[in-house]
């Protein structure tokens, strides 16, 4: 009996500190995220998963389409904790928050800028590619991806929330 509770702790252990470290954290604050895109109407309608590289940005300031301000963000839009981009990459439609991990860290962060496929942070450098569909650091400065959201494509309406 005491040979089958010894191997029961050693399996409970083994199967504890296996699945250390398996959650995604982020050194990026949670804010709240959720906006539409609506790319049937209005300024978003040439917007859409064959275009590549396209970009739409949401921040405190409202909504730019590939750089360039489109409209003000509505009352009840809510856009992360940098900014949001929504980018057409080799994936569709991806969606991620423009704060810097390595500087959001530090206490440091500005919004990162979008430079053709990356996101660029304009206080350490750090490039993250979001034409891969990942926003992977290129550089090494930080060891973090973006943080990423949820988006839902309904018939071209985009929905950006949290995972």
Same mark, same amino acid.
């Given at each position: ?34 906006? !539409? ?72 962060? !500005? ?30 400065? !930080? ?10 494509? !309904? ?9």
């Amino acid at each position: 009996m005491q040979r089958y509770l010894g191997l029961i702790f050693l399996v409970a252990v083994l199967c504890l500190t296996a699945c250390e470290g398996t959650t995604l954290r982020s050194s990026v604050p949670t804010y709240p995220v959720r906006f !539409s895109i609506d790319t049937r109407i209005g300024p978003f309608v040439h917007f859409n998963p064959s275009s590549l590289n396209e970009h739409v940005t949401l921040t405190r300031e409202g909504y730019l389409y590939n750089g360039k301000y489109v409209m003000p963000r509505g009352a009840m839009d809510a856009y992360g904790y940098g900014g949001t981009v929504v980018f057409v990459s080799v994936n569709g439609f991806d969606a991620y928050d423009l704060a810097c991990p390595a500087c959001a860290l530090k206490g440091a962060c !500005s919004p990162c800028l979008i430079d053709g496929i990356f996101a660029v942070c304009p206080v350490c450098g750090e490039h993250y590619d979001l034409g891969s569909g990942t926003a992977a650091p290129q550089k090494g400065i !930080s060891h973090e991806f973006l943080r990423r959201y949820a988006i839902i494509n !309904s018939d071209g309406k985009l929905t950006v929330t949290q995972q």
